[in-house]
């Protein structure tokens, strides 16, 4: 058998040279897109986006995330069929591909070494089992509230995010409108003199148990997949009425009812006014003539309550100090009891409670590593006080708490609702 002959003449080495160096000096087309000429942002400096439970309120949150240029969305997770597919289809829509993958099992997602951060926005079972495991994936987390289930997650979460150096963003949007942002500045800064009372508007003052409904006929875990629905939850029969259920597992075992639910938003404004995003009250009292109250250690009080709001739309909260006060809500409007604090400043009135400013916070966060506006430190005690004062309201009765150990004094009871078992396989 002849060998191929491996010798190159003098004549082809030149033309192959030549050749070369035509490949080397042609101009390349390059697509403008790749090098953020047309507007675009280059590859370099998106950030790869995937999603974890994505329904009516995730939806919501991944158009935020979609009209920011610097995102790209390639990945969905949820237990339902019909979600997943709805997800796939507006996010290749939006790029005009077919590029976005599909997961039924989060860990899945959390395995791509190409995701930089994910949306969280399951039910509030799952919120802080996923944002830790993103965590430990080395994933930043945008995560919907309530962000934990009880104290003892809480600290957990807040710990985990320290540790793992991921940036955390908790979905308390309001932070980050200028008319509730102003309003926390006044009462922060002293403006209002020396600050006494701090109001939180909740959707109700009642807590109960979670429980079981009638059993009904399992689905296929391809379009609904019962066991990871539940999760860490305590396992019960499948029945319809638990999926997209707003109270299924609010918080400790209890459902958290609006003390948890509205203080996610209106008790985490509270903390950030009163300075106390490293803290919590050290009383709790249950419910009196429709209020629940609480006190700081500095004296300044929580106050909790369902009327005597001025019409300034959902979500009101409310500072007071020795020389003024300031009222506002979800209309965009702010009340002041003097025009003077305005200070000469004009404050954007921005009506709802749009996600786009909170959202462009933790992508900007993700870039500069620093802390976005309702970092973990902020949720974990925002939270702690919400479930407190939860926990007061379940056991009707005044309760003395240490924000430093993290304990009811003197109260085993209110103690053992600080914290509940994870069902098997889930850990934090």
């Known amino acids: 058998m002849l060998k191929r002959s491996t010798t190159v003449n003098r004549r082809k080495f030149l033309k192959t040279a030549a050749q070369v160096g035509a490949l080397a000096i042609a101009p390349q087309i390059i697509p403008s897109s790749a090098l953020g000429l047309d507007g675009s942002v280059p590859?370099?400096?998106?950030?790869?986006?995937?999603?974890?439970?994505?329904?009516?309120?995730?939806?919501?949150?991944l158009t935020c995330f979609l009209q920011q240029p610097d995102v790209q969305f390639v990945a969905v997770c949820?237990?339902?069929?019909?979600?997943?597919?709805?997800?796939?289809?507006?996010?290749?829509?939006?790029?005009?591909?077919?590029?976005?993958?599909?997961?039924?099992?989060?860990?899945?997602?959390?395995?791509?070494?190409?995701?930089?951060?994910?949306?969280?926005?399951t039910g509030p079972n799952w919120h802080a089992t996923a944002a830790m495991a993103a965590a430990k994936a080395g994933k930043d987390i945008y995560c919907e509230k309530p962000c934990t289930k009880n104290i003892s997650q809480s600290l957990i979460l807040a710990d985990t995010m320290r540790r793992t150096g991921r940036v955390f963003q908790a979905g308390t949007q309001r932070r980050n409108l200028p008319h509730f942002a102003f309003a926390c500045e006044l009462a922060r800064t002293g403006k209002l003199g020396q600050l006494k009372a701090v109001h939180a508007h909740p959707a109700g003052m009642t807590t109960a148990m979670s429980g079981w409904f009638t059993p009904e006929k399992e689905p296929n875990k391809e379009v609904v997949d019962w066991d990871m629905y539940l999760g860490p939850a305590a396992w019960r029969p499948f029945n319809n009425r638990h999926l997209d259920g707003?109270?299924?597992?609010?918080?400790?075992?209890?459902?958290?009812?609006?003390?948890?639910?509205?203080?996610?938003?209106?008790?985490?404004?509270c903390q950030l006014a009163a300075s106390a995003d490293h803290t919590s009250p050290v009383e709790y009292n249950p419910p009196k003539?429709?209020?629940?109250?609480?006190?700081?250690?500095?004296?300044?009080?929580?106050?909790?309550?369902?009327d005597?709001?001025?019409?300034?739309?959902?979500?009101?909260?409310?500072?007071?100090?020795?020389?003024?006060?300031?009222?506002?809500?979800?209309?965009g409007k702010l009340v002041l009891s003097s025009p003077a604090l305005l200070a000469g400043r004009k404050v954007a009135e921005i009506g709802g409670y749009p996600a786009t400013f909170h959202v462009r916070d933790f992508l900007d966060c993700v870039?500069?590593?620093?802390?976005?506006?309702?970092?973990?430190?902020?949720?974990?005690?925002?939270?702690?006080?919400?479930?407190a004062a939860n926990i007061a309201v379940f056991l009707n009765r005044p309760l003395k708490f240490d924000p430093v150990t993290h304990e009811f004094l003197d109260d085993a009871e209110a103690n053992r609702l600080r914290s509940e078992a994870l069902r098997e396989p889930w850990r934090l």
């Open 367 to 387: 870039k500069t590593r620093s802390k976005p506006q309702a970092h973990a430190d902020a949720a974990c005690y925002s939270h702690i006080t919400c479930h």
């Open 289 to 306: 003539n429709g209020r629940v109250t609480a006190r700081y250690a500095n004296g300044v009080e929580l106050i909790i309550r369902g």
């Open 78 to 121: 949820d237990v339902k069929a019909n979600r997943r597919a709805a997800v796939k289809q507006m996010a290749d829509g939006k790029y005009h591909n077919q590029a976005c993958q599909t997961y039924r099992d989060f860990r899945d997602l959390l395995d791509r070494p190409d995701i930089d951060a994910v949306l969280i926005a």
């Open 43 to 61: 590859p370099s400096e998106r950030i790869v986006v995937g999603g974890i439970g994505i329904g009516n309120r995730g939806t919501y949150d």
């Open 246 to 269: 707003f109270n299924f597992e609010k918080g400790g075992g209890l459902v958290g009812g609006g003390v948890l639910e509205w203080g996610s938003h209106c008790v985490d404004l």
């Open 308 to 331: 005597g709001w001025l019409p300034l739309g959902s979500c009101p909260v409310r500072f007071e100090g020795e020389t003024g006060w300031v009222e506002t809500g979800d209309s």
